[in-house]
């Protein structure tokens, strides 16, 4: 199961105010763009809501924005209407990417925004991350962003309540998660993400979902990324940080 279908109605209370703007998600980016030509093919293959696809595009670069999320894609396919962006969007599975893309079709792959714990173990994983390699040149990069999952397990199951009201679109609302954390690195764990809104006339609409997720170590990652085919490039890993980025390059 992907989820992501109530909460990808919800989805902008969850991202945060510097992720909102297109161009500011694009530009959280600049360093790693800088090594792009700038009509670049790019791929973001889980693209949530499609700030960042939107941004990229908005770059003059060819993107693709892919989601398993039906819900997800149509309000990336929205929003790019919306702000006159060159996007298409797609609604794939990353195991399925290369039934969409021929081999070696993209410059740059992104997986951002705490995606890649929602595959399903660590063959799930390895198979999410063997498509990606593939629709990647030789010499093109992987971007991915991570929870430090090291730290998530260390706190154990928990409830992380929201300690203010996150404003968009003009309504206000709490956010809620609850972290539910199996014994072993391996079992599912999951994460249930709840959105309070409250009304004008004080009523309370709540949105929430319940998703899957199996936690990696970071030496894991680092491990599986090898055996796709992609080399670490640059990695800001640190047990120190709730997120890390790493840059891999595929041989
Ligand atoms: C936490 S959201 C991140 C969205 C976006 N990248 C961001 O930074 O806001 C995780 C996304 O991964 C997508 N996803 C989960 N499993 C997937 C899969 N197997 N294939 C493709 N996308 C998947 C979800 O639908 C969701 O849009």
Redesign the pocket.
């Known amino acids: 199961m992907?989820?992501?279908e109530a909460l990808a109605e919800v989805y902008e209370w969850l991202?945060s105010d510097a992720?909102l703007a297109p161009a500011d998600f694009a530009a959280s980016f600049d360093d790693v763009l800088a090594l792009l030509p700038s009509d670049a093919d790019v791929l973001?293959?889980?693209?949530?809501?499609g700030?960042?696809a939107v941004g990229l595009a908005a770059r003059g670069m060819r993107v693709v924005a892919?989601?398993?999320?039906e819900a997800?894609v149509r309000r990336t396919a929205e929003l790019a209407t919306e702000l006159g962006a060159p996007v298409r969007s797609v609604r794939?599975?990353?195991?399925d990417l290369p039934d969409h893309f021929d081999d070696e079709t993209f410059d740059m792959v992104f997986c951002?925004?705490?995606?890649l714990h929602?595959?399903e173990g660590a063959s799930g994983r390895v198979a999410?991350l063997e498509s990606m390699s593939r629709v990647l040149r030789r010499g093109g990069r992987l971007v991915l962003t991570s929870r430090t999952w090291e730290l998530v397990r260390s706190r154990g199951s928990r409830l992380d309540i929201g300690d203010r009201l996150v404003r968009r679109n003009g309504r206000d609302a709490v956010v809620i998660y609850r972290w539910e954390i199996a014994p072993r690195w391996e079992d599912e764990h999951h994460i249930e993400i709840a959105v309070a809104q409250v009304d004008a006339a004080g009523s309370v609409l709540v949105r929430s979902e319940l998703l899957s997720c199996w936690p990696y170590r970071y030496d894991e990652l680092e491990a599986e990324l090898h055996r796709v085919g992609l080399r670490t490039e640059t990695s800001t890993f640190s047990l120190e940080d709730e997120n890390y980025r790493v840059v891999a390059r595929k041989v």
Request: charged share 15%; hydrophobic share 35%; proline share 0%.
């Open positions: 992907t989820g992501y991202i992720k973001d293959c889980s693209c949530g809501t700030q960042l892919a989601d398993a999320s997800m794939a599975d990353w195991r951002v925004g705490n995606s929602h595959a999410a």
